[in-house]
């Protein structure tokens, strides 16, 4: 059987004992039925895993000893997807979740001129991308960003190599056919699609215009199928 995995943000190097977060405590005493002497996971996101014994189990503060902890450097590959906002929040709050499986860098949800809903809460999102790298167990979280104006991330975000899929009729690259860097960001769209506008506007700060197959994607299955396309095992 598995040891239990848990995301604990405050966890440092020189930790030796550690105080779980009420939720963590909780879930281990009330849900897992956990008791002194089991014995856990822990990671803080950044790279390190801990594993740890509980000491004192109490559904408030469960207090862990830590017996050895490594850490882990994060992919090579840093790939940076700007997706819409979506009216149907569920659909987002799943690419969310399945792009932190696959091991993406960082979120950036985009507000785009076809965009219909521009309602973001962020702590459920983060929580959303806490669980996912528990589920995957991973101990790199994705950096989430706070919703930002498409023109505004075309501005301030720079990468190795900038792709941006759209429907529109012109030339485009299959991006099966893509050399893939290791700093990439992708531009997903909103239902509707990016205007015209905004296309012209990525391709002039040197965007590559790349085209995911024959059938029209939602805008979540676009982003899920890119990034394993682009993403390197």
Not at 82 to 106: C, D, Q
Not at 114 to 126: A, G, L, P
């Amino acid at each position: 059987m598995s040891v239990p995995y848990f995301y604990e943000a405050h966890l440092t190097n020189n930790s030796t004992t550690f105080i779980l977060s009420e939720e963590t405590s909780k879930h281990c005493v009330q849900v897992l039925r956990m008791k002194a002497g089991d014995c856990i996971d822990l990671t803080n996101g950044i790279g390190q895993l801990f594993e740890a014994t509980i000491q004192v189990a109490d559904k408030r503060n469960t207090t862990v000893q830590i017996n050895a902890q490594k850490s882990i450097d994060r992919s090579t590959q840093k790939i940076t997807i700007g997706i819409s906002l979506l009216k149907n929040v569920t659909r987002l709050e799943w690419l969310l979740e399945k792009a932190t499986e696959m091991g993406v860098h960082t979120i950036v949800p985009l507000i785009c001129e076809h965009t219909i809903h521009e309602r973001f809460k962020t702590e459920r999102m983060q929580n959303i991308l806490q669980s996912a790298m528990i589920q995957s167990q991973q101990v790199w979280l994705p950096h989430l960003s706070e919703p930002i104006a498409f023109d505004k991330l075309i501005n301030e975000y720079t990468a190795g190599q900038k792709l941006i899929a759209h429907c529109a009729p012109q030339d485009k690259t299959n991006i099966k056919n893509l050399t893939v860097s290791d700093d990439c960001i992708l531009l997903i769209g909103p239902e509707g699609d990016f205007s015209v506008k905004e296309i012209e506007l990525a391709l002039s700060k040197n965007y590559q215009a790349i085209h995911l197959g024959p059938t029209r994607l939602r805008t979540e299955t676009a982003g899920l199928f890119a990034l394993s396309v682009l993403k390197k095992f």
